[in-house]
């Protein structure tokens, strides 16, 4: 059983969108707010998500890393928006089984396939978007629900 790889990150775009249309409307005056918690505030995991992805699509395409820092939750979804166009656009042109050549931030060699980089991104991604849902709640406000399985029925219609 195989997966598109164009689904599954189409599922991650679906999700991060939700989620930041989320922080507009129902978190905007927490953003920077500083917690205890997994990150210092809303901000930091959102900044944290930019510079992750700007950072894997700069490794992906050899263009410099250049992820711009949001000041509030609609900045942030412009920028992971054209992010994702770019990306998506990437993903589509590309062949999956690619082998990216990389160095860590350690400068660290590695390979993995285009395919392996962007199961990462959208893992990692689901991932953050616990965090922010976690961070919500400990502040009185519900998350946003971005489980694949929404993302499909919403599809579906």
Request: net charge negative.
């Amino acid at each position: 059983m195989e997966q598109s790889i164009q689904q599954l990150f189409a599922y991650h775009v679906w999700a991060t969108e939700k989620m930041m249309q989320h922080l507009e409307t129902e978190a905007a005056v927490v953003f920077n707010k500083e917690i205890v918690s997994v990150f210092p505030s809303i901000k930091a995991v959102v900044d944290h998500l930019i510079e992750v992805e700007y950072l894997w699509f700069s490794r992906m395409t050899g263009r410099d890393a250049c992820a711009v820092y949001p000041e509030s939750p609609n900045e942030a979804r412009q920028k992971l928006s054209t992010l994702h166009e770019e990306m998506t656009f990437y993903i589509n042109s590309v062949v999956a089984s690619e082998v990216i050549m990389y160095n860590t931030s350690q400068g660290e060699a590695f390979q993995n396939t285009v395919e392996e980089l962007f199961i990462h991104l959208v893992n990692h991604g689901t991932y953050h978007r616990g965090n922010l849902s976690a961070m919500l709640r400990q502040q009185g406000i519900p998350g946003a629900s971005t489980d694949y399985i929404y993302y499909l029925r919403e599809l579906k219609g």
